[in-house]
């Protein structure tokens, strides 16, 4: 593929963001591409995920909407038919000969964010702005999926010695796909797993060779019950679940920070009652909780357990708290940290490699990175910088697109580096 | 209409309730019924309302839906047309010669409730449970609207001497309709209103001639916009709209009591954020605010509103504040009270007469009491008890249908002896 | 006692406010002055008190400063050593041959509030401010204690046949001196009680024969106990008692209304903390609910323990919570209103007489009337009105000194026609 | 000094544990030892205090009692008499020839904190628990001032060639002394500074020889002004002081955490309200905000006036905000930190050395360290582990007294090794 084509896939990817299970668009665009490849085998759907370890999978009439959606924006009925109930995702494999295993994973889904239609937001003045709207892809995945295809096409034209995969991930914004992929079996005989991420604050030019400090993450659904009553006539009579609620959310913000390290918390979806006449019955909350390792997650955890549950019994609710997705930390391995610092060094595009940093957010490619370490092999997570007008998971955010060329050659470079190394 | 035919169309109103300006299915079975009468006028959806005075309409998205649901629940087509873009309700006419002109209002919509499944819940039981999932007659609107017909059957065979128009008015659950159907015209010339309400809280047998007390209402829409940011790599540089809103909802519900009487907050419906990972940029406050007067109701709306703006100033949110619905109070006039006593007194099934009780709630009939009171009529509000199992607006709520036979012989025998008043 | 000797009396209470069981300066005053008339009994301090029964009775340091306080005033050390151990008020009697036993019932304590310096506040004005600063006879016991002087005196020039109770009581405020009072065995005998309140937004020259409608009161103190952390080094560690204690006071103002009638709830007093390095070990809310009926007051109770039990399970504090005062309802018997209303309208000072009225507020007088009301007695509470430039328990408050005279002609003559029932 | 007698200082100063610019007892005992040594000069009081500097200074009430205190338990009152008004601390000198000049910086008050009576509480089993009830020397400041007794005996004993200045500073956990003694003169001929702290989470006989991570710190004090209203009777007018507190205290908390560094917040000493049945007019929060650098403290500043200033606006109050101390962040020099690394290697007693550590706290040693840093000299923060049983600032903290001696060999050597760089 030529970068100009690479561009053009991007936008189209660009044009047609969708939400964890429901990459239906994006993926078959992705498998008619991978069609045309040389390919010794390629996965599609249910044949690259767990089907125990899907996480936060949405309903049916989600699932059947963007189906649709999928289908009225020309998606090829044939893929699409492969994909039915939110299977979505993808893993092209290219052998040749002997050597070591190496994978490469990139993730393919979009965020519920409204894109910008603001003239100096690229997108909206080159015409590729979300068809979708309120959803969007404002953290980059497109250029991912993209960055993937382009990394097949150079390794398939180059000496490599040995067998690439590449994994197209599906729900990694909601932490819902890693998990499935990482425990499909695809990853069993992977020997060196490369993951990557555009921008990060990072700007064009520069590459960082080896990302850690991924927060852990745990994902959660509270859903607070009450009693119902006129507001006007009876209100002494209800049992207000959006009192419970919005306590909650009070003192979930305030949990204690901890000395040792980083803590997140988000009450990133709310919703409640049904009129404004009747003392509200039923609220719910969405959030998140993070820490720098898995006991600070944990501790986030603990306590905001403790405060949904008080929250509750103050206001005599009942509340449901559930697990809606996971992901542990996960750390890049020196070895291969060390060969992508090399080929990026002697990237004329590169103007500036760093070698270690800091992510501070979370990613599932962590479950992808622990089942290759867990079976002996290395991993590292790559950045590649871009200049982004907005931050990452806001409606300006886009990327440099002469950033896709360079993922691809450092991607290319090192994972044949990588393919000399001897497991 | 016999008494097991007010019964049967009770309950085919009762599995199709409908939200205020969706009262598509209701207003077109009953245009149904009503042509099949000797009406002097039947005038239909937008006939009767005003179209400037419609608070609280759902967006097209919404209106379709019910829409379609009308059509697919066997709705007929030629009224159904009629009714196009929310334009429902209806009223009927009856002359009989010289004599005032007497009205009758009854509302017709229901609540987003979801109905009880529970065996001892007789509309479960007995097969008429609601077909709209998610909605619920669950404050007797089905009867009343029966009882509008019932009573008109009743006139119409009797001897009475002046007009009858009986309103069927769309909307009150959200104090939507009252003001539309109050500045229509139709009222202009009535001399004399009543008004009914089934159940509150009186049991079968028990007429109240005169309710008082109405508290005066206000609806508001807040919606709350701050900015989003990635919720774990740069949580600080969101503007955090749910938080906004969590505090808003603390400490509206904490306005202070007010020494000079009732008043009423609540914060029915809330919505925010999309994404468990993005610090949420938007949240609403669907809510209302009561007061036993229109001063302690403003004194409501006003405390109110600095909660609402000083919550969005904390958390560098916009804050935009919309007034949805109002209702004034009113009261029953002393002549039509006794009148409606006395009858209810000489009626067999009539156990217990109250000449005057207090709602406690709201209604937006207020704004036909007033408009006839201000043109120099007389005006009432009556209670026709029913043994309720649960209260109202919650999903155990149902009436004693011989309630509805008892409703329209007092209301019917009121208006016979009202009409003999000369304004 | 002349007028201008009972406005001097009052100025120098005014002078002098004291708060519950502190009342040493203002006792003694008092019994000075009914020493020199010709009384048949006087009973001061412990003799007028159930000690079981006295309530909120502060720690020894806060007694023994307000005790010296007293003596550094002038109050007469004799009298002062009678009242050692906060046994403050006084019970004066006048035997007049045979009759009916009378009481009359004045409140002598003050209020934490520091009084207006400003030039139109009368008292700064003249002279006769508060010299016990941060302290102001806010409510006007200063004029009941002086009326209750005048009453004696008006009652000894009469022809009063019975015997006339003078009650002076302390600590009404806090509600923490009238049911020691009720329950001291004075109140036995006593077959006709009258209270009177002066202010209560009446203004002067208006009577309100018969006050009802006292909010029943409950008294509590919630202490939270947390651990203790170094708020830098180590934030997780602490258990926040200050972070419970916010979020319970932001809950107790947000309890529902109740639709049978008034309620209120306040967090008065609150504390915590030590140091503002130390994550908060302990935080206190002095507060209180109240109903317009038991039954409403005891709704309260119940929300407010579950919404500060809640607040500390959530923050993982313990709490305790004591409850340190309360009162009942109570309402005015129909024959004496009847007198007060007659003798008022008699009056030539009065120009306006109102024979019911709601109070709004609590009292424990109400303590006082139901023991005589048990025993068969009757009761009433009467308003003397009064311009007040600012409204109760705030620091302009004052009173017109000229209604002084007008509530001991009222007072003095219902006394007398009461004298004449014959229980 | 022997080691007992060391021990026994300590266990006194233990027993007398002052605040903020009340160490009047402590002081006076040190000063009292210090005149028994040969020193060159000793300064007292104001002679080591930049008057326009100090911070936090309690009134005068506060002032005398703790003088009071001090005298009661023995003080020499010659001595009390030079710190009158609340100048603590000291400067002792010592000249030894030529060379540089060495500084040593210990801090000497106490905590707000009521120290434990339990047996297995070694100052309560060995008799020497606080004397003030409710204070305690809860973060080990007792055995700073000793250990800097130690370290000047030690040196005056050794060949020391250069200029010694050990200054014992008042008023650290308040950060309200450290400026005041940065700025009086005494430091500006210091060539190297300096400072150690005890315990830290690290055991005994472990050594950090250069601790930095000091949060930037920012002590605030907000004062809430509403309006009063009896609570009863007129709830709304009122406005509630105790409400803005309360609703600023639960968003001071939530503040969001800031993916730069960490972050602090503490309303660790609130106050407000006069009575339970007067809605509160006045209320306060003493609090403070903390970053890992300036900047992070700055944005917890900029965010947490805004909470206070919207929470005062929802209530309609006013709200005063004061700064009441603040202290930098600074860093240990590279050279120092190497001396005490290799001087703790060398001793016995030490068992393991860690050069670098962070504290997460803050310290106002950071304002001496600055000024020396800024007049061109080096300065380093020094560990001495002890075995605690209890954390800092809670109340069973206590410190493995053998760590005293360790700390004074260190810190001596430390010293004299110092001695010999050149500047």
């Known amino acids: 593929m030529t970068s100009s084509e690479l561009v053009e896939l991007r936008r189209d990817l660009h044009q047609h963001p969708e939400p964890a299970w429901c990459e239906f668009y994006t993926t078959a665009r992705l498998v008619d591409e991978l069609e045309t490849r040389d390919l010794d085998a390629l996965y599609v759907g249910p044949e690259v995920l767990s089907e125990d370890d899907r996480m936060a999978v949405p309903d049916g009439d989600k699932l059947t909407t963007w189906f649709e959606r999928a289908r009225d924006a020309g998606a090829r009925e044939d893929i699409l038919e492969r994909l039915e109930g939110g299977y979505t995702g993808a893993v092209a494999v290219l052998e040749r000969g002997e050597g070591p295993t190496v994978g490469l994973r990139v993730d393919i889904d979009g965020l519920p964010i409204t894109e910008s239609e603001d003239a100096d937001h690229a997108p909206a003045a080159g015409g590729f702005r979300s068809e979708n709207e309120g959803y969007m892809h404002a953290c980059g995945h497109d250029s991912h999926a993209t960055i993937g295809l382009g990394v097949l096409d150079a390794i398939a034209e180059s000496d490599f010695e040995g067998t690439l ?136 955890e603990e306590k905001s357990r403790r405060v949904i549950r008080s929250a509750a019994e103050m206001h005599a609710c009942e509340v449901a708290i559930n697990t809606e997705g996971k992901a542990p930390s996960a750390t890049s391995d020196d070895e291969l940290v060390a060969i992508v610092s090399d080929v990026a060094k002697s990237n004329a595009s590169v103007e500036s490699v760093i070698d270690r940093d800091v992510l501070g957010g979370s990613e599932d490619a962590t479950y992808l990175m622990q089942e290759v370490q867990d079976n002996g092999g290395l991993a590292a997570y790559i950045g590649v910088g871009t200049d982004h007008p907005g931050g990452h998971h806001t409606r300006t955010f886009d990327v440099d697109e002469d950033s896709i060329g360079i993922g691809v050659e450092v991607l290319a470079g090192a994972i044949l580096d990588v393919a000399e190394m001897r497991p």
């Open 165 to 300: 995969k590449v994994f197209f991930q599906p729900g990694e914004e909601q932490i819902a796909g890693g998990k499935s992929m990482a425990k499909s079996g695809h990853l069993d005989d992977v020997d060196y797993l490369l993951a990557a991420h555009i921008g990060l604050d990072h700007p064009s030019g520069e590459i960082v060779a080896g990302i850690d400090g991924f927060l852990a993450v745990s994902h959660f659904e509270a859903e607070f019950t009450g009693a119902p009553a006129h507001a006007g006539a009876r209100p002494e009579q209800g049992d207000n679940a959006i009192q419970a609620m919005a306590t909650a959310i009070q003192n979930l913000y305030s949990i204690p920070r901890h000395a040792d390290g980083a803590t997140r918390v988000n009450a990133g979806v709310v919703e409640g009652g049904t009129a404004t006449n009747i003392i509200p019955e039923e609220a719910s909350i969405g959030g998140e909780v993070r820490g720098e390792t898995t006991e600070l997650m944990e501790y986030m």
